[in-house]
């Protein structure tokens, strides 16, 4: 179904949408269909993905859709402008998550793809000011470890490092 090292991470995002945007709700989901859209489809939430285009330059999809609330997990940090998207989403509800910036990690770069690397690793406050920025007030958030089986000082830090934030946030009447 979706890799084995995913599912605490998918649980975790589950149990929060869940609880901040009980089904059944219309979602555009950022992002070409991946395994946490056919979870929320199984779990009575109606979702649309965007196609795959560069949302850094192509936001058609996001203004045009009449879903309630836009959800972008782990695509912030692929874009080189996410103030432009969350300035153009129409939906009164967004749910985000990002991975944070660890101070004894690098940003992920993948040697073999061109898109599939990190432009941001924020810290939470940046995210935070985002959302307000583009008229979006913080209602719920969380954050949440991300540990690896593996032997060394960085695996044993990510145990008690948080390493990604989910933000769930309503757009402030007036904008």
Not at 77 to 102: F, G, M, Q
Not at 106 to 112: E, Q, V
């Amino acid at each position: 179904m979706f890799p084995k090292h995913h599912q605490r991470r998918y649980n975790l995002t589950l149990r929060f949408l869940q609880k901040v945007l009980p089904a059944p709700a219309t979602i555009l989901d950022l992002g070409v269909k991946n395994p946490f859209s056919e979870i929320m489809k199984k779990n009575n939430y109606t979702v649309f993905n965007t196609q795959g285009e560069d949302l850094d330059t192509e936001f058609s999809t996001v203004k045009k859709s009449n879903a309630s609330t836009v959800t972008a997990f782990e695509i912030f940090e692929h874009l080189l402008n996410p103030y432009t998207i969350l300035e153009n989403v129409k939906a009164d509800k967004v749910l985000i998550s990002i991975p944070l910036r660890l101070w004894f990690s690098s940003a992920y770069r993948s040697k073999t793809d061109k898109w599939d690397r990190h432009y941001h690793e924020f810290e939470d406050w940046q995210l935070d000011w985002l959302l307000e920025k583009t008229g979006f007030k913080i209602m719920d958030s969380v954050k949440f470890t991300h540990p690896v089986k593996k032997i060394g000082f960085r695996p044993l830090l990510r145990f008690f490092t948080p390493r990604y934030y989910l933000v769930y946030a309503e757009k402030v009447k007036g904008n």
